[in-house]
């Protein structure tokens, strides 16, 4: 994989002469400047320096050289050997990043002539560091010690200033913390307390109390960025596999799941004003129903698979695919959920049934009917769920 950067792409693209009055900035009164060229801040921006770079990628494809990957200005391009060299015992290829650059020179593509990388097995791209041999993505240690630093500038700050924070600081940290869940995924779980502190601030300039959940949050990332070692592995685990798996929860009989053909089934100790409240409601039941499915699956030994499930609620189908809920119940679950996943290399794929055709839905209502058998799972059940659920 080798990497290239067009050079200053944004200023680089002319503005039609049509669209240049609404490209006006003022500086001071009776002061304007009128922008010739496309800036970083246009939305469609992106989507015009895309233009070129779609049809370079055209041309290097033309020629063989490829597969390439783009995103706006920056070009990953790949190649594969086209032969041995016996004498000199290393593998041809059919073009290198000299080839590159001097198709640009003649088509008078502007690459970055510091910021690009020669073929290789790791390589940088939209500000990861992909490593083709070992199928694996990580961020690169340049980046991963500035955020680490924002981090711990932002608790540092908050510790001496009174205990409170920035919109600037809170939005940076957002957008940072984002970034990086390309590469922790559970961190996604981390993220919803910030994404509502942001939305809380109702001016700029005056500084909020961050949440405990917050701080407990941001901590969280600081020892997860510490380390220089964590990796994400990219290795395909292959076509989904259907192990026949059903959930479902019910508010006033409990929790059912059903893997093929057996059942299990825990029901509440107590009556629903027990367990309701504290963010603990039905969305809650049955994001906990997916996450006891999850342990069964561990259980009977299921790992480096994906895995189909079926649940009728589309919310928590939605907040586990994003990897996060307002709910902060909600939350606690998916990270233990998905901290069993990456022990086992285990990816859930939930997908929504309707009620009236959900196998679990009679289990939860402690139904189950004669055409399935029970088993009794023998996980540990996380204190919070058992505090208020026994099995049935």
């Known amino acids: 994989m080798a990497t290239l950067d067009v050079d200053s792409a944004f200023r680089r693209i002319p503005i039609h002469p049509a669209h240049k009055q609404y490209l006006v900035i003022q ?6 400047f ?11 921006g992106p989507g015009l320096q895309g233009a070129p770079m779609d049809a370079t990628v055209d041309l290097l494809d033309a020629r063989g050289w490829g597969p390439n990957k783009k995103w706006v200005d920056d070009l990953s391009n790949f190649r594969k ?14 073009h290198s990043v000299d080839d590159i650059f ?7 593509i502007p690459w970055h002539n510091v910021k690009w990388r020669p073929h290789d097995f790791e390589g940088t791209y939209l500000g990861f560091a992909w490593n083709i041999s070992d ?3 990580s961020l690169p240690e340049r980046k991963r010690t500035k955020y680490l630093t924002r981090v711990e500038d932002a608790l540092d700050l908050v510790a001496k200033s009174a205990k409170r924070m920035s919109r600037e600081t809170a939005q940076k940290l957002s957008g940072t913390l984002s970034h990086c869940t390309f590469v922790y995924p559970r961190g ?3 993220l919803s307390g910030l994404f509502a502190f942001v939305a809380s601030f109702t001016s700029e300039h005056i500084p909020r109390y961050p949440p405990k959940s917050v701080i407990s949050d941001l901590k969280w990332w600081h020892d997860l960025l510490q380390r220089d070692s964590d990796r994400r592995v990219l290795v395909p685990k292959g076509t989904p596999q259907d192990a026949d798996v059903w959930v479902d929860a019910s508010s006033t009989w409990g929790i059912g799941i059903v893997v093929g053909k057996e059942w299990d089934a825990w029901r509440w100790k107590g009556p629903r004003e027990a367990w309701h409240k504290n963010g603990r409601d039905i969305g809650w039941v049955e994001m906990i129903a997916l996450e006891m499915a999850v342990r069964r699956l561990v259980e009977l030994g299921w790992e480096n698979a994906d895995l189909l499930v079926r649940s009728d609620n589309e919310g928590v189908i939605k907040a586990f695919k994003r990897g996060r809920s307002r709910n902060w119940q909600v939350n606690l679950a998916i990270r233990r959920t998905e901290l069993l996943c990456m022990e086992k290399n285990i990816k859930i794929l939930p997908i929504y049934v309707n009620t009236k055709d959900n196998r679990a839905d009679p289990v939860s209502r402690g139904i189950p009917g004669p055409d399935i058998t029970r088993f009794w799972s023998s996980f540990e059940i996380p204190q919070e769920v058992s505090e208020f659920t026994a099995h049935a």
């Open 27 to 32: 500086q001071h009164e009776g002061e304007f």
């Open 34 to 44: 009128i922008d010739h060229v496309c800036p970083f801040g246009v939305r469609s």
């Open 81 to 94: 050997p086209c032969g041995y060299d016996v004498a000199r015992k290393e593998w041809t290829y059919g």
């Open 102 to 108: 001097e198709l640009g020179e003649r088509l008078g």
């Open 135 to 137: 199928k694996t993505v």
């Open 188 to 190: 996604r779980t981390y």
